[in-house]
Structure formats: C-alpha cells, structure tokens
C-alpha cells in the first residue's frame, strides 16, 4: 500500500484486510490520487484515477438530469473482477474510492467495511492545514515526490 | 415467492429481532423487516461470507451442503439457511429466543422460497 497521507493508512489497511479487495485506489473528486493499493504502474494508476473521477462526475450528471440526489455509488459486476466507485466526504473534502474485487468477497462486503472505512478516514482526519500554493516551478518536483510516494521509487 | 410473507412466519417468534433474505452470492439485502438497531447491511454482508466459507468447508469434507447454519453467542442467535436460486434466509434473535421454535420456522421457509 501506498499513501500520500500517513493517517490514510491505517484505516485503508483494516478495510483491505477486511474486504478482501484486490485494489483500492482513493483519490480526490478530481482524480487526484491519495492512496492506493495493488497497482504496480504509476500509469494504471493515474488512467484509473482520471476514469474513476469521470465515472463519477459522468453519474452525478445523469442525477442532475435526472433531477435527484447525486449517486452515492457505481457498482460494476463482471464475471472474474468487479469495481465498486463511490464518493464520499472527508474533512479534506469530497473523495472518491475506487475498489477492485474478485469472487473471494462480495460486494455486501465490500459496501460494509467501505462504510467502515469512510468513518474511519473522518476520525483520522488530522485539523485542516492551511493550503500550500503550488507554484508552476514547483509542479513538476511535487508530481515526481508524489509518485515516487506512490509507488517506492 | 412473497417474501414479505416469508419474513412475516419468523418474525413474531419472542426475541426474534430481524429477519432477512440475503443474495448469497453478494452478500446483499434482497428483503428485510428488522427492529430498528439492527443493521441489516452488515448481517447480509457477514451471514452470506460466513455461509460461503462452511459451505467450503463441508465441500472440503466431501460433505452436501447444511440445510441450516445456527450460531449462539453470549447476545445474540443468528440462524441462517440456503434457499434455492442463490438466496439465505436469515433471523437474528435476541438469546431468549426459542431456538428449536425458530430453527423450525427458517427451515420451514427456505422450504417455501425454494
């Protein structure tokens, strides 16, 4: 597992071990990437985040035409792998998770230690830090420092 | 099937707190009439994990399938049994609960939703 927030892995820890996911990727609502497990390509991971975002900015746009509240989560059900995406709040704003599982769970499973895990992220929470601004010559250095804490390199 | 029916037989057993037919294969609520503490998300979640794995474990013993899987804890009876089509019925219930009575009832159901 890894994390760009120390306080996301302890509680991303208890929902694999207890989900029994296979990958699990948390991110902001604009895809950008806090946590993740079980990828091995900083590409995967990156295309998954965006498509991820999309999905979810793609079915609370089908809420709004639909004029309800916006879904709380996607399930896909495939065959050998199935994908679970739902939003959620944290006191760092709206995040998305995005799971990966196989037949050794279920998606009743899945859904009941996500919920455990969203309650879990809102006590890890630590208090608000004031925004760092992100300057253009500094983009590309945060862009490597976090994919190099993604992915140990 | 009328399930509400169904749920409707185990229900009014004293110290029953819940019934539930559970998606065995997602662990999923498909109906329910639970006392308002009990979260029924969780029991599907867990009773079709637990139901899943002593299946396996029969399986491995070369043994069929229960017909009804009973556990008693300190706060609690949970009993649960395979329907045909992929489907649990459940009941939790509080200890006082007549087991034997209530055992009797679930068997009685999955019967019917078969």
Do not use: C
Not at chain 1, 122 to 144: C, I, T
């Amino acid at each position: 597992m890894r994390s760009l927030e120390p306080w996301v892995e302890a509680p991303l820890s208890a929902f694999l071990t207890e989900s029994g996911a296979r990958i699990t990727l948390l991110m902001t609502g604009s895809g950008q990437v806090v946590a993740q497990h079980g990828f091995t390509r900083s590409l995967d991971v990156m295309s998954a985040a965006a498509l991820g975002a999309g999905i979810m900015a793609a079915t609370g746009e089908l809420a709004r035409v639909m004029t309800t509240a916006p879904f709380d989560s996607v399930t896909h059900q495939g065959k050998a792998l199935s994908l679970y995406l739902a939003g959620f709040e944290t006191p760092r704003g709206r995040w998305v998770g995005l799971v990966v599982y196989g037949g050794e769970t279920s998606l009743g499973l899945v859904q009941l230690f996500f919920g455990r895990l969203v309650e879990d992220l809102g006590r890890a929470a630590p208090a608000e830090l004031p925004a760092r601004q992100v300057l253009a010559e500094d983009f590309e250095e945060q862009l490597n420092s976090s994919l190099r804490s993604l992915f140990g390199r | 099937m009328n399930l509400a029916a169904l749920l409707a037989e185990l229900t009014p057993v004293h110290g029953v707190r819940g019934a539930l037919i559970v998606s065995r294969e997602d662990g999923l609520v498909v109906a329910d009439a639970l006392m308002e503490d009990v979260d029924g998300k969780a029991v599907a979640a867990l009773t079709a994990s637990l139901a899943d794995r002593m299946a396996g474990v029969t399986r491995a013993l070369g043994q069929p399938e229960p017909v009804v899987w009973q556990l008693e804890g300190s706060e609690g009876v949970l009993l649960a049994a395979p329907v045909a089509a992929g489907l649990l019925v459940v009941a939790v219930a509080s200890p006082e609960v007549n087991v034997g009575e209530l055992r009797l009832r679930v068997l009685r159901a999955a019967e019917r939703a078969a």
